[in-house]
């Protein structure tokens, strides 16, 4: 009989007031008792919904029996039948509006914590298994894919597996795209993320880094150089600001910037080179992950009072319920309702204060959701002497600009088919490049639409 509580075997964590000091891994993990009880909550259902909701189409079911009974090689194997990155994925995926939206256990009580099994099984391999496979016989066929990122990086391993010829061109000194330098290591260890990226390695895919595609080499050089098809994974780089008075002043960061030198460049650290403003008073411009993301960063590093700003309410906040809670349980400040109009300076050229402007909650606009609007002579000042906006990005206009007949919409995203293909013939594309900034999970699912496509037109060609 299955595990009939109306709840999830709780995760345990790091104490708040302990990982607030840390960059530490926050969510701890399962043990094999707790994995093994939580996977005996799953109905296994004959019509198996969970796995409508998961964009890669893991055979969630599957996994979760052999889980049941303890077989987390068998367990392991079936989620690599259809995911590159496992243990990224049982981290990051927002499962709680995919896969876990979906379960029926959800009906009355909580959802199988099907993320939470997902990232056991990734770990328990990791420790366990030599797992990593050998390269596959090659069918002589070059693809080029651009960017090292979710996208890229499923493309690339999904093609490999079938024999092709991968070379991925990454512009950072790392590959990982927003794995590496988005998200920070108490969400997602880098430790996890190379060992990934080491499995891709090792099934033959190629990684070039340093290699802006658009300045040292363009897309028309790359299909001199032999390869018969190109995969855009490039993402969306391009931070978005508000245009508001006094957002060039010093101490106003995009969450991007802010990110990178935390994530990346390991600025946290105290012997690292790359220079970070310990700040005394923080504000935090927006709602979504990437803001609960910097704002918990801020805390880290030292920062007294980290307030995140958002237009709308609580009910409309877009982040994941778990990040929003762990940013409350580690002193993170809401001031919802409200939107900055102005940043104001000290003397010298320094952030000194936000000012806002109180918001209320009008009709529905074409997200759906209730629009913000202003209430006059509302206005009042946070103090602060760092501003991070986290507002979202757009893809760089970089690939665009340099390529003919590769075109995008009115906000930067490349144009494809029902087949990933864009504008330019055997040029593909997926992930954030296409649909703008949105989640890893997403991204991966357009990276194997997009391998499958270019897989059907090379041999459809041969």
Request: glycine letters at 10%; aromatic letters at 6%.
């Given at each position: 009989?299955?595990?009939?509580?109306?709840?999830?075997?709780?995760?345990?964590?790091?104490?708040?007031?302990?990982?607030?000091?840390?960059?530490?891994?926050?969510?701890?993990?399962?043990?094999?008792?707790?994995?093994?009880?939580?996977?005996?909550?799953?109905?296994?259902?004959?019509?198996?919904?969970?796995i409508?909701?998961?964009?890669?189409?893991?055979?969630?079911?599957?996994?979760?029996?052999?889980?049941?009974?303890?077989?987390?090689?068998?367990?392991?194997?079936?989620?690599?039948?259809?995911?590159?990155?496992?243990?990224?994925?049982?981290?990051?995926?927002?499962?709680?509006?995919?896969?876990?939206?979906?379960?029926?256990?959800?009906?009355?009580?909580?959802?199988?914590?099907?993320?939470?099994?997902?990232?056991?099984?990734?770990?328990?391999?990791?420790?366990?298994?030599?797992?990593?496979?050998?390269c596959?016989?090659?069918?002589?066929?070059?693809?080029?894919?651009?960017?090292?990122?979710?996208?890229?990086?499923?493309?690339?391993?999904d093609?490999?597996?079938?024999?092709?010829?991968?070379?991925?061109?990454?512009?950072?000194?790392?590959?990982?795209?927003?794995?590496?330098?988005?998200?920070?290591?108490?969400?997602?260890?880098?430790?996890?993320?190379?060992?990934?990226?080491?499995?891709?390695?090792?099934?033959?895919?190629?990684?070039?880094?340093?290699?802006?595609?658009?300045?040292?080499?363009?897309?028309d050089?790359?299909?001199e150089?032999?390869?018969?098809?190109?995969?855009?994974?490039?993402?969306?780089?391009?931070?978005?600001?508000?245009?508001?008075?006094?957002?060039?002043?010093?101490?106003?960061?995009s969450?991007?910037?802010?990110?990178?030198?935390?994530?990346?460049?390991?600025?946290?650290?105290?012997?690292?080179?790359t220079?970070?403003?310990?700040?005394?008073?923080?504000v935090?411009?927006?709602?979504?992950?990437?803001?609960?993301?910097?704002?918990?960063?801020?805390?880290?590093?030292?920062?007294?009072?980290?307030?995140i700003?958002?237009?709308?309410?609580?009910?409309?906040?877009?982040?994941?319920?778990?990040?929003?809670?762990?940013?409350?349980?580690?002193?993170?400040?809401?001031?919802?309702?409200?939107?900055?109009?102005?940043?104001?300076?000290?003397?010298?050229?320094?952030?000194?204060?936000?000012?806002?402007?109180?918001?209320?909650?009008?009709?529905?606009?074409?997200?759906?959701?209730?629009?913000?609007?202003?209430?006059?002579?509302?206005?009042?000042?946070?103090?602060?002497?760092?501003?991070?906006?986290?507002?979202?990005?757009?893809?760089?206009?970089?690939?665009?600009?340099?390529?003919?007949?590769?075109?995008?919409?009115?906000?930067?995203?490349?144009?494809?088919?029902?087949?990933?293909?864009?504008?330019?013939?055997?040029?593909y594309?997926?992930?954030?490049?296409?649909?703008?900034?949105?989640?890893?999970?997403?991204?991966?699912?357009?990276?194997?639409?997009?391998?499958?496509?270019?897989?059907?037109?090379?041999?459809?060609?041969?």
């Amino acid at each position: 009989m299955p595990n009939m509580s109306l709840k999830k075997v709780a995760m345990p964590l790091q104490d708040g007031e302990v990982r607030r000091n840390n960059f530490d891994e926050v969510a701890l993990g399962y043990t094999k008792e707790m994995a093994m009880e939580e996977a005996e909550r799953c109905l296994n259902c004959k019509h198996s919904p969970c796995i409508s909701g998961c964009p890669v189409a893991v055979n969630i079911p599957a996994f979760i029996n052999e889980v049941k009974q303890g077989n987390f090689e068998a367990a392991y194997k079936i989620i690599r039948e259809t995911s590159s990155l496992p243990a990224v994925c049982g981290r990051v995926c927002p499962q709680e509006s995919q896969c876990e939206k979906h379960c029926v256990r959800g009906v009355k009580g909580e959802a199988v914590g099907i993320g939470r099994l997902e990232r056991f099984v990734a770990d328990w391999a990791r420790e366990n298994l030599n797992e990593y496979n050998q390269c596959t016989v090659s069918n002589h066929h070059k693809v080029a894919v651009i960017g090292g990122g979710p996208a890229g990086l499923t493309c690339a391993g999904d093609l490999a597996k079938k024999g092709y010829e991968v070379t991925v061109y990454e512009a950072l000194h790392v590959a990982g795209g927003v794995l590496v330098y988005g998200i920070p290591e108490f969400r997602l260890p880098k430790s996890i993320v190379n060992y990934e990226i080491e499995g891709l390695k090792q099934v033959g895919v190629k990684i070039e880094t340093n290699m802006v595609i658009g300045k040292i080499l363009t897309i028309d050089e790359l299909f001199e150089a032999g390869y018969e098809a190109i995969f855009i994974g490039s993402g969306a780089g391009l931070p978005n600001f508000m245009n508001i008075p006094g957002e060039n002043l010093k101490g106003v960061y995009s969450a991007n910037e802010f990110l990178t030198r935390v994530n990346l460049m390991k600025a946290y650290q105290p012997d690292s080179e790359t220079p970070i403003q310990h700040a005394r008073r923080c504000v935090v411009v927006g709602g979504g992950n990437v803001a609960m993301d910097a704002a918990r960063c801020a805390k880290r590093l030292g920062v007294e009072n980290v307030t995140i700003v958002y237009r709308r309410s609580m009910d409309e906040l877009p982040a994941r319920r778990e990040e929003v809670e762990h940013a409350q349980e580690e002193g993170i400040e809401f001031q919802l309702l409200c939107n900055p109009v102005r940043v104001h300076s000290d003397e010298y050229g320094n952030v000194s204060g936000v000012e806002c402007i109180r918001m209320e909650l009008g009709d529905a606009d074409s997200s759906g959701r209730r629009r913000p609007v202003e209430i006059k002579d509302s206005n009042f000042i946070i103090e602060a002497d760092c501003m991070i906006m986290a507002i979202g990005t757009s893809p760089n206009p970089l690939l665009r600009s340099t390529t003919e007949h590769l075109e995008a919409n009115k906000r930067g995203c490349l144009i494809v088919d029902e087949d990933s293909m864009t504008t330019r013939e055997n040029v593909y594309a997926g992930g954030d490049a296409v649909t703008g900034a949105a989640t890893v999970i997403l991204a991966m699912g357009a990276g194997k639409k997009a391998a499958e496509a270019i897989d059907n037109k090379i041999k459809g060609n041969a």
